[in-house]
């Protein structure tokens, strides 16, 4: 198989490392070639899950086929590296959607296993790894095997947020949900502050199978964490009378041609941004019809968006924090972010169910926060350092897949079942054929 060493980032461009890159062109030559290797979907994790340094990089990409789709039972087969991107347009169709999804459809199905990614509708239905029927996965002897929730069961749920660690994920069976339309129902809340908005999304009379919010993170005072709640399930045949109600239409996407300078995004620019985008969002005041891109992913009409941070790049900084003290953390969080003066673009606020199956998934009861922060200088490391100290107090933890700077003492706190994952591992991969650069920085035991 042909390679290419060069450097390459997550989708955060931090950090930037040199790795050797494989890709195979069928799915018959997916094999562990490499003494050190992790598989690659489409590089969407932010930071360094999918980089090995100094070391193999399989990719993916190319092995996306869909092999089969029960339309009467919403049953796909796929191979791993199909995005979510082509697999809707067909399933959509069909009157099925993802059971769950993140916030870009530019990631692969092997990607959203690997992370166990969650979506806005986590505290009703959990992760991505709850709807995975089986999966066929490589192992380091270049054998495969067949793991699901029954079948080589302790496998299945340390590769399910497993970051890559235990195999190559091969091929993917995943259970749909039936849809009526294309089309979402939305309904927008305003929040004068955060308990505001913890309220609001806590509340069974205002809750649907959708809810997100955004925050001003630049609010402070009376008004620290105002936002808005957006709730919003599938609309019913009755509540869309189209003559063809799962059609959907193709979003126009345009490119970020350049890089941003490094002043564009400031205090002044976010704070303008914020104030518009609250007045906006607060007019809405009956529920209203939205194509479910624009709901689901709103960022993917802009190619490239990871170049408004600038050629340094950015840190998605993402934790949960436990239900019980879910408020006073996550009000702790905007304090120390406020008065270090590095405002977050973007700020998103969900609430998550039961805690994920998987042995290193990042779920649990309680409220996840996700920060955008672009690096300016060594100082935000410093403050990141901070908001872990605060998140381990709540008894909270930080997210794998969007990580790049966490310490392997914190990590092994935030996770306690890793101790059981690490047994299952060193079981199935003892030479450690299968590593990362997060692995490696973590100190995931058994690491070269």
């Known amino acids: 198989m042909p390679t290419l060493t060069k450097p390459i980032s997550g989708w955060g461009r931090y950090p930037v490392e040199t790795c050797t890159l494989e890709r195979p062109e069928r799915y018959a030559d997916l094999k562990p070639a490499s003494d050190s290797l992790i598989a690659r979907g489409q590089g969407r994790s932010y930071g360094d899950a999918s980089l090995n340094e100094n070391g ?8 996306d086929r869909m092999l089969a789709l029960d339309v009467k039972q919403g049953i ?20 099925w959607f993802l059971p769950v999804t993140p916030g870009t459809k530019f990631v692969s199905l092997g990607g959203c296993i690997a992370s166990d990614v969650h979506g806005k509708n986590h505290h009703h239905v959990g992760g991505f790894g709850d709807h995975v029927l089986s999966i066929e996965l490589i192992m380091a002897d270049g054998s495969q095997k067949k793991c699901s929730a029954s079948e080589n069961a302790e496998l299945f749920w340390a590769t399910v947020g497993g970051m890559g660690l235990t195999g190559i994920i091969g091929e993917v069976t995943l259970k749909l949900i039936p849809i009526q ?46 936002g808005v709640a957006m709730f919003a399930h599938h609309a019913a045949s009755a509540e869309y009378t189209a003559a063809d109600p799962l059609q959907s239409k193709p979003k126009r996407s345009r490119v970020l041609p350049f890089d941003f300078p490094a ?43 990871n170049r408004m941070y600038g050629k340094r790049g950015f840190v998605q900084y ?25 405002p977050s673009f973007l700020a998103v606020l969900k609430r998550f169910g039961a805690e994920g199956k998987g042995l290193l998934s990042f779920p649990q009861p309680g409220f996840t926060l996700a920060l955008d922060l672009p690096i300016r200088d060594k100082g935000l490391f410093s403050l990141l350092d901070k908001l872990d100290h ?17 310490s392997a003492e914190s990590f092994k706190t935030m996770y ?6 690490q047994k299952i591992k060193q ?21 070269k």
């Open 416 to 421: 306690p079942r890793y101790s059981t994952w």
């Open 390 to 406: 605060i998140v381990l107090q709540h008894r909270g933890r930080v997210y794998l897949a969007k990580d790049a700077r966490l």
């Open 56 to 63: 193999g990089v399989i990719l993916t990409e190319r092995l």
């Open 263 to 305: 002043w564009v995004l400031n205090s002044f620019s976010i704070g303008l941004f914020n104030n518009l985008y609250y007045k906006k969002e607060s007019s809405k005041k009956a529920p209203f019809l939205c194509d479910y891109d624009s709901y689901f992913y709103p960022l993917d009409t802009i190619g490239h968006w």
């Open 181 to 226: 339309t294309a089309q979402m129902m939305v309904r927008n809340q305003t929040a004068k502050n955060l308990g505001h908005l913890f309220e609001l999304l806590q509340d069974p009379a205002q809750d649907d199978r959708y809810s997100v919010a955004w925050i001003d993170c630049l609010a402070t005072g009376d008004e620290l964490g105002r």
């Open 318 to 342: 993402q934790c949960v924090i436990p239900e019980g003290t879910a408020l006073a953390g996550i009000t702790a969080l905007l304090n120390e972010l406020s008065a270090s003066r590095r």
């Open 427 to 447: 079981s199935i991969d003892p030479a450690n054929r299968f590593s990362s650069s997060l692995a490696r920085r973590l100190n995931i035991e058994g690491a």
């Open 76 to 95: 796909l087969h796929a191979e791993a590296g199909v995005t979510l991107a082509e697999i809707l347009p067909v399933i959509v169709k069909q009157g």
